[in-house]
């Protein structure tokens, strides 16, 4: 039988216990191709990348092969040290599932193993996909080749998880779903010295100090009111000791847009800013603007009007309209390649994603496989 509610429950504990940073789920790869040797093998065949050694792509052979329906989870976790008190916390000292990719990964093997006993009419794709999180693992695994003339989905789905919305609710909107992001780093090199001869050095606390300042007037002074961007620069750090000038900074942020030409012009900025601030404050400032696989996530309208029509009729789903969110997702990179619907799946907690306390409720996994078998059937039965 299909992987159920009393199944799935325990496999997300375990996942939970094992996050691993990304591009390094060796253990988590393990363990999800032991749960998938376990579904009936007759309709799977399963595919690993050596270039992307922690990926696995899963293919449900449909009655019909000239057609493919991808459906991706993430599965890396956070450097987060947990603190929520769960009986099955993490086994990993300083990391943490506080994305929800545990979640993520339940809900897939609860589809595939679905899907692995009842045939779909046409061929199904699944992605086990590494480094959401830091390292564009989407854009590595469609660059890797892998996903080549037999394994390309047509279409593709993924979601994410929300704690903001019920737990099961799903949550979905036409346009854009999530911003785009780029990290923004930061290295400011000027001369050190004594704290009683400023005019003898170069302060980088100083000329750091005005380069946070003057990037966030970004957002408030070069960005359309009625469009949006985010600047946030999460970390600055400089100098040593009170009584020495520091010779160094180091900022790093990140930039979000829900277009790619807000994204573009929102970079542009922070390169003049930054050649300014080097020019008045006599510094060298090393820039590394870094934008990878986290393109903004647009849903393609046909399917998504699509999957929102399903959603709002279907009796036993709560479905939420949503707005857009500034949170990144590198499923940006995969649905700029192949047409598709990203959605929210709620969990319900009071703890915001990437906080050291966020447990989603498990009862949204089964809602969510419920949910996308459903839809999925629905959207193999279209290609009859
Ligand atoms: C869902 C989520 O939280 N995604 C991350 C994506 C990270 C993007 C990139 N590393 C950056 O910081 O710009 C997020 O922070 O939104």
Request: proline fraction near 5%; charge should be negative.
């Amino acid at each position: 039988m299909a992987l159920q509610e009393a199944d799935l429950i325990p496999i997300y504990q375990h996942l939970h216990q094992i996050p691993e940073l990304g591009l390094e789920e060796h253990e988590t790869h393990a363990y999800l191709l032991s749960i998938i040797a376990k579904m009936p093998q007759d309709l799977l065949t399963i595919k690993t990348i050596p270039t992307l050694e922690t990926a696995i792509l899963v293919k449900v052979s449909g009655k019909r092969h000239d057609y493919r329906i991808g459906y991706r989870t993430d599965i890396d976790g956070l450097p987060v040290t947990e603190a929520t008190g769960l009986p099955f916390a993490s086994q990993h000292p300083g990391k943490m599932h506080a994305c929800g990719h545990d979640i993520h990964m339940s809900v897939a093997l609860g589809i595939l193993s679905y899907f692995a006993e009842n045939q779909p009419e046409t061929d199904m794709i699944f992605m086990f996909q590494p480094a959401e999180e830091n390292a564009s693992g989407g854009k590595r695994l469609y660059e890797s080749g892998a996903l080549d003339a037999e394994w390309l989905p047509d279409e593709i789905f993924a979601f994410h998880d929300n704690p903001d919305l019920p737990a099961g609710a799903i949550g979905c909107r036409m346009g854009t779903l999530f911003a785009g992001t780029c990290e923004i780093h930061a290295h400011l090199t000027g001369k050190s010295g004594h704290a009683a001869f400023p005019h003898n050095a170069n302060d980088m606390v100083v000329a750091g100090s005005a380069l946070v300042q003057q990037l966030q007037t970004i957002v408030s002074r070069n960005v359309d009111p009625i469009q949006s961007g985010v600047v946030t620069l999460g970390h600055f750090t400089a100098g040593t000791i009170g009584n020495v000038i520091a010779g160094e900074a180091q900022i790093d942020g990140t930039i979000r847009a829900l277009t790619q030409e807000m994204n573009l012009h929102i970079q542009r900025r922070v390169r003049t800013i930054v050649e300014g601030i080097a020019l008045a404050y006599d510094c060298n400032i090393d820039l590394d603007l870094h934008q990878g696989g986290y393109y903004p996530v647009e849903n393609n309208d046909k399917i998504t009007a699509d999957f929102m029509a399903y959603m709002k009729q279907a009796a036993d789903v709560n479905f939420i309209e949503t707005r857009p969110a500034m949170t990144g997702e590198d499923f940006g990179f995969l649905i700029h390649q192949i047409p598709g619907t990203m959605f929210w799946l709620g969990v319900d907690s009071p703890y915001s994603l990437h906080s050291e306390h966020m447990v989603p409720h498990t009862s949204a996994i089964m809602a969510g496989v419920n949910a996308m078998t459903g839809y999925l059937t629905h959207r193999n039965e279209l290609q009859k």
